[in-house]
């Protein structure tokens, strides 16, 4: 590899992204997508944590029947905050606006996204819309749910406001983003980087980028309505103004649902990386696992009346959307399948990253395969509102998103600052989370199969000991994950330097410096070959 | 990433961001950027159809005699106002490919120009309904419409156009700073692209309002 010898006073390679600007101000005035998406991964992190906390609160309150630590309009506003602060600032840029920023441009062999100045206007108004958020938080919070549902959210003497303008504004914050790949992944690939040599992270990161753009603004319009619902009365959500409050579930739901494969299909290109790297093997099947990304991005704008079929829509459609809800299985379980398949005489190295994508495989297989349960009419409405479904996007959000998030944090992270983190507490950290999150998660099917509602204060008494083992499971969880964030800022300063492809891996962000030069390739690369051809050098 | 003294060869235009290969990339993602972003324009304006075409299947009676308060003079000829700025807006784009950029400055005025009318008759509109009480949801005091709600029909009128001339004002602003760079000289024949990519959105804004027009002042 022709990376310059030189290092600078770290003993990285110099130049890199990190050392070759110094200041806090050369940090929030750049326009490198790579110090952008740590911008974000900063972001992300203060959110998740925030979010992290709320959950912890409920199931401590939810330990044992009756009050422990807080009262039922307390609870309400936890559960809002936990749903609004994890959905609107933390799933949703996660993936995408953080590592997507760092690796894309690098995985296409180009200099930057196209839109630097709009990409860095993004994480402002990103913080801008979480301050909405914070404010409203702190001026009372919130108690409708993250969902907003009318016509509560219009009577309701909360801050459904403030924190809806959050929402609104961190919309375009995603909308911008979304915009950006959508050009770069168009216009910036590297002289040979055709379609079909795209890494399975572009192609999920072009779906997503996709739904990003087409239904981030009708959320934009429909939380734009509720403000002047709330405002004006304009009588579009409130019935008795002789508007329709199923309209806003209708709106909402165009977004919200697509919205879920915006958490998720950027985790499946995580993993597709992922299988690829500790596999040693090209991703079986690729175009279709690339088609699969474009089919669940479109199939996901066809099926949002799923979560109304108890909201009075009529029977007819109920009954197309739940037939149309199982077609989103097929996509997904050709990713899945495919994955597996790649497994299957890979040269397999359990490295951390590996041990989430296999978690991945596991969690996700649960998460989606519950989905069909809820998707199905009669099922639903025996499960419609009880923890069953909590547990179902819980599966699917955190065990698929968020799992898939750390693994790819753990890939990328030594290209991101040259350095290793501590391999055996990676393991641990692993183990806890992994184990944390069954016990937490599982006892939610359990407990939803036999009739628990969700969002409830209290419950009956023989709901006591499953309610109980969720918790410990949730504080299991919470262990694993803060172990993880010691050892990833350990890592930073006494991390073991790393060359840059320590994994061994295949795309081209491994063939610059790690951490990348500021222009992220010192010479433009070249490309001539497929993705995770591991058998010759392809530049 | 500011320091780009490592170009090769000659230097590059003040305009070119040394991120892009050449200077036919850079025109090209703008342009396509500016596609996506007409795109969710369309999607945040299609909630609000969708409530129209909604309350208006609901309330099919209520919104042909409502749609009687609004003045299709006045609609008709600010549609007359806005495709005239649609023209002008092209022939400025094609003015600055040709090097002719006093002429492109002098369109860009004149687009501006119209824009600000179609802001002041819409004025005159909204005015006369304040006046009269025909305002959205629960500040309706009107009574001379029948049918079933009508202050969904002034609701709907008032968000879909207040948004639209929002989208007006905005592109003023942006047109305003098109003049200022064109009279520094910044648009020729070599790069035009604010020019392009603003057009592109004022032809939008024009568009959505062709589609208000008939669906408020001609039903019926």
Redesign the interface.
């Known amino acids: 590899m022709s990376y310059s010898p030189a290092v600078d006073d770290n003993g990285l390679p110099s130049p890199n992204y990190l050392s070759s600007e110094k200041g806090l101000w050369s940090w929030l005035s750049t326009l490198d997508h790579k110090r952008i998406g740590i911008l974000y991964l900063i972001g992300i992190t203060i959110a998740f944590f925030l979010g992290g906390v709320f959950a912890l609160l409920l199931r401590l309150e939810l330990f044992f029947p009756g009050q422990q630590l807080v009262g039922p309009d307390t609870y309400n506003k936890l559960f809002t905050l936990h749903g609004a602060v994890m959905v609107f600032l933390f799933i949703i840029p996660s993936i995408p606006a953080a590592l997507g920023n760092f690796v894309l441009p690098l995985q296409l062999g180009a200099k930057d996204v196209a839109f630097p100045r709009l990409n860095l206007a993004s994480w402002y108004i990103y913080v801008a819309g979480s301050l909405f958020a914070l404010y409203a938080l702190v001026t009372g919070g919130v108690d409708t749910g993250w969902t907003f549902y009318t016509p509560y959210s219009t009577s309701s003497n909360t801050a459904v406001i403030s924190i809806t303008t959050g929402a609104f504004i961190l919309g375009f914050s995603s909308i911008f983003t979304g915009m950006n790949f959508i050009v770069t992944i168009h216009k910036l690939r590297a002289p040979g980087m055709t379609w079909d040599r795209l890494p399975l992270m572009v192609w999920a990161l072009y779906g997503t980028a996709l739904i990003q753009v087409l239904a981030t603004p009708v959320l934009a319009i429909t939380l734009a309505l509720l403000i002047m619902e709330r405002t004006l009365g304009v009588g579009i959500f409130d019935p008795a103004m002789g508007g329709d409050p199923v309209l806003f579930q209708h709106f909402f739901w165009f977004y919200s649902h697509p919205a879920v494969y915006i958490m998720i299909l950027p985790g499946m290109g995580i993993i597709s990386e992922l299988i690829a790297a500790f596999s040693k093997r090209e991703i079986v099947g690729y175009k279709f696992v690339a088609g699969s990304s474009l089919a669940i991005a479109l199939l996901g704008f066809l099926v949002w009346g799923h979560h109304m079929f108890t909201s009075g829509q009529s029977e007819l459609a109920s009954a197309i959307f739940s037939f149309l809800t199982f077609f989103v299985a097929i996509p997904s379980a050709i990713k899945v399948f495919n994955w597996t398949a790649t497994l299957y005489k890979g040269r397999i190295s359990l490295e951390v990253p590996m041990l989430y994508a296999l978690g991945f495989l596991f969690l996700f297989a649960i998460g989606g395969l519950t989905g069909l349960f809820l998707g199905t009419l009669s099922v639903d409405i025996h499960l419609h509102d009880t923890y069953f479904i909590v547990a179902h996007f819980h599966y699917v959000m955190m065990g698929g998103t968020v799992i898939a998030l750390i693994g790819g944090i753990h890939y990328w992270w030594p290209k991101m600052f040259g350095r290793m983190y501590s391999q055996f507490w990676g393991v641990v950290g692993f183990i806890l989370v992994f184990v944390g999150f069954n016990v937490t998660f599982f006892s939610q099917f359990i407990m939803g199969s036999q009739g628990m509602p969700r969002r409830y204060w209290d419950y009956l008494p023989q709901f006591q000991r499953i309610h109980g083992i969720s918790t410990v499971g949730a504080m299991i969880l919470g262990t694993g994950l803060f172990i993880i964030a010691i050892y990833l800022i350990a890592s930073l300063r006494r991390g073991t330097i790393v060359g840059p492809n320590p994994w061994g891996a295949s795309t081209l962000e491994w063939e610059t410096t790690s951490p990348p030069h500021p222009h992220n390739f010192e010479n433009q690369p070249v490309v001539t070959g497929g993705p995770y051809d591991f058998n010759k050098p392809r530049v | ?2 320091n780009n003294q490592e170009h090769k060869g000659a230097h590059p235009p003040e305009w070119f ?5 050449d200077a036919e ?1 850079q025109q ?2 703008a342009k ?2 500016m596609w ?2 007409l ?3 369309i ?6 159809f ?2 129209y075409a ?2 208006r299947a609901w309330h099919p009676d209520m919104f042909i005699n409502a749609h009687t308060a609004l003045d299709w003079r006045m609609g008709g000829l600010n549609t007359i106002v806005l495709i005239v700025s649609s023209i002008t807006m092209a022939m400025s784009i094609r003015s600055f490919q040709l090097n002719q950029q006093k002429q492109g400055v002098m369109l860009l005025v004149v687009t501006l120009m119209c824009a600000a009318t179609f802001m002041v008759i819409k004025y005159f509109e909204y005015s006369h309904k304040f006046h009269v009480g025909q305002l ?4 309706y005091t009107f009574t001379g419409i029948e049918g ?2 009508p ?2 029909f002034f ?2 009128y008032f ?1 879909m156009t207040g948004l639209h001339g929002i989208h007006v004002l905005v592109g003023m602003g942006v047109i305003i700073w098109l003049i200022m760079r064109a009279k520094k000289g910044h648009f020729g024949p070599a790069y035009y692209t604010p020019v392009e990519v603003t057009g592109l959105y004022w032809h939008l804004v024009d568009m959505v309002w062709i589609f208000l027009f008939p669906l408020f002042y001609l039903i019926g």
Do not use: D, R, W
Not at chain 2, 136 to 139: D, R
């Open positions: 990433m500011s961001q040394h991120h892009f290969t990339q090209e993602s396509l950027g996506v972003f795109l969710t324009e999607l945040f304006f299609g909630g609000l969708c409530a909604i309350y959205p949801g629960k500040f079933t709600n202050h969904i609701s709907i968000l």
